[in-house]
C-alpha cells in the first residue's frame, strides 16, 4: 500500500490562478487530501475549485500569513506525507507521479527542481540548483547557503510536526528558516532534478516585496544562530553577509551592519564573500570593507570603476 499524500495551499485573494493550480493538479494522478487555508480572503476560494474535485478550505477569520496558514493545514491534515502549496503557483506533468514513487522508497522528503515563469512568460529551470545538493550530500548546507523553496518540497509530515512547522514570528523568508531547521533533524532525503512545479513570479507576488523579504531574513539568522552547530557557522554566516548586501542596498544600514557583524563575527569565509571585498575584508574587517566600498561607488562613476578594475586585471 503506496503512502498517503496531501497537497495544502495557502491561498489570498488569488482568484482564477488558484483555478489554474488546482487544475494541473487534478490532471495528474490522485492525491489523498487537498485542502486550501484561505488567509482571510475579500475573494472567497470557493468560486475558484474545479468542478468534482475533493477539496477542503479552512478559512482564517483575519489575515496571517503563510507560516501560520501552513501550520493550520498541517494540523488538519492526516496524510503521511504532505506538500505545501502557494494558490498562484503550478504543477508540472508527472509531479505526482514521481513525488510518489520516491516516497514509496522511504525517504523523509522528496525535493525536486522549480521552474519559474515570469509576466512576460520567460522561464527559468532548476533554479534551486538542486544537482549542488546531489553532488555534494551535505541538506544542512545546502539549506543554509540559499532559500530553498516551498514548493519544491515533500516531507513526511510527522517529521515537519516534529521540528516545529513553520516558525509564526516570519512573515517574510520562512521557507529559508524552515529548511534548515528541517536539515538539522538529519532527515533521510532524496533529490528529483527535473522541474515539477512552476513559480508564478508576479509583481504583486509577496517575493518582491524585497525589505519585506530580507528584512525577515535577517530575522530568520538571528533565530537560527542559536541552533546551527558550529561546523556550520560558516554557512550560516555566508547567507548573513548576503542579506547584509541586500539590505544595504535597500537603505537599511543599521540591520545591514549587523548582519554584517554577525556574519564575521560567525566566521565567513573569505572565498564566500564578493570578490571585490575580500581583499579588504582581511585587512579592516567585513564591516569596514562594505563602508568603504559603499564610499568608493558613490564617489567614483560606474566607467571609472570598470577602469580601475581593467587596470587591476
Sequence with gaps: MRPTLAVLVT?????????????TLAA??????????????DIRPEAYLPTGLPVHVVRSDRNVGPSVGRNRLLAASRAEFI????????F??????????????????????????????TTHADVMGLGRLEQAGDLLTFALMQSMLTIGGTYRRALVQKVGGYNERLWQS?????????????????????????????????????????????????????????????DLAAFSERVGR??????????????FQFAETHGVRPGDLQPGHRWLARRVGLVRAHQIASLYRALLPRGLRRLLAGLRN
Design 11 to 23: 491561498y489570498h485573494n488569488e482568484g482564477a490562478l488558484l483555478s489554474e493550480c488546482l487544475a
Design 28 to 41: 495528474q494522478g490522485p492525491v489523498d487530501e487537498i485542502m486550501v487555508f484561505d488567509d482571510a480572503s
Design 83 to 90: 506538500h505545501f502549496h502557494d494558490a498562484d503557483d503550478l
Design 92 to 121: 508540472l506533468a508527472g509531479w505526482t507521479e514521481h513525488v510518489l514513487a520516491a516516497v514509496a522508497e522511504g525517504v523523509d522528503c522528496v525535493f525536486t527542481e522549480v521552474e519559474t515563469i515570469h509576466e512576460d512568460d
Design 174 to 234: 520562512e521557507d529559508y528558516e524552515f529548511h534548515a531547521r528541517l536539515a538539522l533533524a538529519r532527515p533521510s532525503w532524496c533529490v528529483i532534478e527535473r522541474s515539477l512545479v512552476r513559480s508564478r513570479v508576479r509583481t504583486e507576488s509577496r517575493s518582491q516585496k524585497r525589505y519585506e523579504v530580507w528584512s525577515s531574513a535577517w530575522q530568520a539568522v538571528l533565530e537560527l544562530g542559536r541552533l546551527v552547530p558550529a561546523s556550520h557557522q560558516p
Design 246 to 259: 541586500q539590505l544595504w542596498q535597500l537603505g537599511a544600514r543599521h540591520e545591514a551592519l549587523a548582519a
